[in-house]
């Protein structure tokens, strides 16, 4: 591969470590909260119908075309408007064609294949195990840590590698916003489509291939690790 | 439970209806299939309405990228004329026997627009902010802009790279970049204010030359289009979209300055 | 009088829950009623595990909820035993008990060796809960909640989803506890047996709403115990005894029953010892005369109070002996022949080995 093609190679890890990273922070918690539907209480009523608002929203980048996104983020992230503005005032530049703005970026897309595995695996915990734990003392945050995240391993490797899969092969978005610069947006996906456009077919190959047995293998080994649990650990 | 008569007539009815539905205007008469680049689009459309009223012939027009239309081309779509946004695609199929005619249309020409500043040569040689063109890898407009960076000796912080020249006119649109280097024709078609639009000098830039090509099993309509896109009133649209119109006598668009000089009118 | 609750309830499909109690200290209360009666609603508000505003907690003259405050669960030290699905699978029972002791509340309690010594756990140190039987898992739960040092002890059926022979080998180390231990208990069952067994306060619940407290050798000889359990073969009287001597010869220990001697099999039991004694209605009948009989207990007592359903083959009759009762199951047969009256003195006949002992602290 070409010197350009291995820097966009380390800038599509970059980009899908990062967005891992910020969606474990941030998606953690809302997949917990999605999870924890009341049915016992009156009080339950708006908590259950901000649920009902918020499941499709996390759901939509599933179906949207990252066109769509794409076009939302380039007025959102443009100085004329708020969120920009802020951005600019804050950082002096503009969060389009930058990491950041493609980190934004791919949160929002990916954010669907982080949470939705990890709300399924939360919903199938048992609530009494979480009570059991919290009367021997042990406190929310305790528990998320000793207990939660131990019995919900699967559906936290799952999250994990589908979104970070998912921001590899993200292409759209950074098309909209990404401005193609060598050293900070032009990931793997770009880089392809330009060796594409220019009738470079012979490097198109090598990329694409390469993102091509990367998914497969990455899928592979999610899948085999998900039957090796399956077998030796039936859960009571 | 229905009379035979009555069910029979049911079944004409509905055969007749499935019949009009593939039953499409164009059989009826000659019409002409054309592909056109997206930048050249809303102009081509203003052309075709008008031959159509004058020659009675459908013009039916696709729009893509020139890569996609391209590679459509040789993978066996039936057009009949194509507007490339460039000449390299163009040549290519003629050297892979696909056309049967080749020709400049038009000439793209280039502008340096700063939304909310006064734009100027001055202006444009001092920038050193965040500029966006088009690819220059792949895209006529971005190489134009290249060339033209390079000899005015314009050192941009950030130089961004949009897909093709209407992403680049996009994130100066959206305010994401302070400047550009774009097409005139996409400022025609936004109303932007004079002031902020200098027209970059056309023998400061290789010529974005537009050719059309009229591929090997066209209708025989087709050369007369092409004939059409050379008349007077056509140029006259053409330039006024934002192009340069290329003369009928220029089959391949190599000769820069007389061209350029061209009624480029501001 | 440590441990209050005051709560209102409501549950859809018209459940609602309507108590006012103080459960007193240092003792097993029971709270036995049919399912569905509130029971386990009770104990999860104790614990916190249900934050119904308007409830009203405090243990030890800590509030632990009321309109202002509440305490989280984590915070009451309380150990909870539930029904079932207790243990943390991915976790050996070693690892299980390790998670308890990791939160231990300080200052005194069981320690983790004399737990694994009441409870008989040191074999299944290294197993995972889903190798363990369901006595196994319970005792392994219950050593769980004793080694956080609890200030309470809340149980919610326990036993309930064990088969009968597991529940016989499992009271007996829940009475090894409770003499091991000086807190309070609350005991949630709709399981005669177990509260006979266990039981030092009975509190009876019914429908939402607390309908009884007594002891528990009281609500044994009472009205409502006999009517409703009249045929059940845990129907038994509970009585206090003192052990008096053993009789090394026939294998038999004498107990000091109000004016009389009880023999029992004999046991591990210290002279001196003060014991609840089990006797089921079944095993007792009656005679007017003391003959010549195998039987070997043989007490005078008093026809107290006869209680005859007018269906059915069974009627009850209570007893007093001293101040305390025994029940004898008979047949109405029997008691329209014999015609007995209250008032009268009459022989209750024990069969003697079938004496449940039991241990009083």
Redesign the interface.
């Known amino acids: 591969m070409m010197d350009s093609d291995l820097v966009s190679l380390w800038l599509t890890l970059k980009l899908a470590g990062a967005t891992t990273l910020v969606l474990i922070l941030l998606g953690t918690p809302l997949a917990w909260w999605l999870s924890q539907r009341s049915h016992s209480n009156e009080t339950s009523w708006l908590g259950n119908t901000l649920r009902n608002i918020v499941e499709p929203l996390v759901a939509l980048p599933i179906v949207l075309p990252p066109t769509v996104v794409g076009f939302y983020l380039l007025l959102a992230f443009s100085p004329n408007n708020l969120p920009g503005e802020l951005w600019q005032s804050a950082t002096g530049t503009t969060l389009a064609f930058s990491f950041y703005g493609l980190v934004v970026g791919s949160t929002i897309y990916s954010l669907p294949f982080y949470v939705q595995p990890l709300q399924v695996a939360f919903s199938a915990l048992q609530r009494e195990l979480i009570e059991a734990a919290a009367t021997l003392g042990a406190s929310p945050l305790d528990r998320f840590f000793s207990l939660i995240v131990p019995l919900c391993r699967r559906g936290f490797i799952i999250a994990i590698c589908l979104s970070f899969a998912h921001t590899v092969g993200e292409f759209g978005i950074v098309l909209m916003i990404g401005g193609n610069l060598p050293d900070e947006t032009r990931v793997l996906s770009i880089a392809l489509f330009d060796h594409v456009e220019a009738l470079d077919y012979g490097k198109a190959h090598v990329l694409a291939g390469g993102l091509l047995g990367f998914s497969f293998v990455t899928l592979f080994l999610l899948y085999a690790v998900d039957r090796h649990w399956q077998n030796s650990t039936r859960t009571t | 439970m229905t009379s035979s008569n009555g069910w029979i007539r049911r079944q004409v009815l509905l055969a007749g209806i499935l019949l009009s539905l593939f039953v499409h205007p164009s059989c009826y008469a000659d019409h002409l299939r054309v592909g056109v680049a997206a930048n050249f689009r809303s102009t081509l459309e203003k052309i075709a309405s008008s031959f159509e009223l004058e020659h009675h012939t459908k013009v039916e027009i696709s729009a893509a ?1 020139t ?1 996609a239309l391209f590679a459509q081309v040789k993978n066996g779509a039936p057009f009949d004329i194509l507007f490339a946004a460039d000449s390299h695609r163009p040549a290519l199929l003629e050297s892979e026997g696909h056309t049967r005619l080749r020709r400049t249309y038009a000439y793209g020409q280039l502008v340096f627009w700063t939304p909310g500043q006064p734009a100027n040569e001055t202006a444009l040689k001092q920038y050193n902010g ?1 500029m ?1 063109i088009a ?1 220059p ?3 006529p407009y971005g190489k134009a802009a290249t060339d033209t960076l390079e000899l005015m000796q314009v050192k941009p912080s ?6 093709n020249i209407a ?1 680049a006119f ?2 100066v649109r ?4 302070p400047a550009g280097l774009v097409a005139l024709s996409l400022i025609r078609h936004l109303d932007v204010p004079a002031i902020e639009v200098w027209v970059v000098p056309a023998e400061s830039y290789a010529p974005i030359e537009q050719q059309l090509v009229v591929l090997k099993n066209a209708s025989s309509k087709a050369e007369l289009f092409v004939a059409y896109i050379f008349t007077h009133v056509t140029t006259q649209l053409i330039e006024k979209s934002g192009y340069l119109a290329a003369d009928a006598s220029h089959h391949v668009g190599k000769g820069t300055a007389t061209i350029a000089r061209l009624g480029a009118d501001r | 009088m440590s441990l209050l609750i005051q709560a209102k309830v409501k549950r859809q499909g018209g459940f609602e829950l309507n108590v006012d109690v103080a459960f007193p200290d240092r003792e097993v209360s029971a709270l036995f009623g049919p399912s569905g009666s509130g029971k386990s609603t009770i104990l999860r508000l104790l614990a916190g595990l249900d934050h119904v505003p308007g409830t009203r907690v405090s243990f030890n003259k800590v509030v632990w909820q009321d309109e202002r405050t509440f305490v989280a669960p984590n915070q009451r030290h309380i150990g909870y035993v539930f029904q079932h699905l207790n243990l943390f699978p991915h976790l050996s029972v070693s690892g299980n008990l390790d998670y308890a002791e990791a939160r231990r509340q300080s200052g005194g309690g069981l320690s983790r060796h004399d737990l694994l010594d009441i409870l008989n756990l040191s074999s299944l140190l290294e197993k995972r809960p889903r190798q363990l039987s369901g006595g196994e898992q319970q005792r392994v739960a219950i050593a769980r909640a004793l080694l956080s040092n609890p200030d309470l002890i809340v149980m919610d059926e326990p036993l309930g989803s064990l088969d009968q022979a597991a529940k016989d080998r499992i009271l007996p180390y829940l009475q090894r506890l409770h003499r091991s231990l000086e807190i309070p208990i609350i005991y949630v069952s709709h399981a005669l047996d177990e509260i006979l067994y266990f039981a030092d306060t009975v509190f009876e619940i019914a429908d939402g709403k607390i309908t009884g407290e007594s002891s528990v050798i009281d609500f044994s000889v009472s009205g409502t115990h006999i009517g409703t359990h009249i045929n059940q073969p845990e129907a038994a009287a509970i009585v206090s005894c003192r052990v008096k001597s053993e009789n090394k010869q026939y294998a038999l220990t004498e107990l000091q029953f109000e004016d009389t001697l009880l023999l029992v099999s004999a046991g591990p039991l210290v002279n001196g010892e003060s014991v609840r004694v089990k006797i089921p209605a079944r095993d007792v009948s009656l005679s007017r005369q003391r003959n010549e009989s195998s039987i070997i207990n043989v007490i005078a007592t008093t026809i107290a109070h006869i209680h005859d359903p007018e269906t059915g083959a069974s009627a009850v009759v209570k007893l007093k002996c001293g101040n305390q009762f025994l029940l004898a199951l008979i047949t109405r047969k029997s008691l329209q022949e014999l015609r007995f009256e209250i008032g009268e003195p009459i022989f209750a006949q024990i069969k003697g080995v079938a004496l449940m002992t039991q241990h009083d602290s």
Not at chain 2, 158 to 163: A, K, Q
Not at chain 2, 174 to 177: D, M, P, R, V
């Open positions: 990228s890569g965040t966006a690819n890898r792949h895209a950030r130089l961004v790279y949009g897909t992403q996009n994130f959206t305010g994401n970049a």
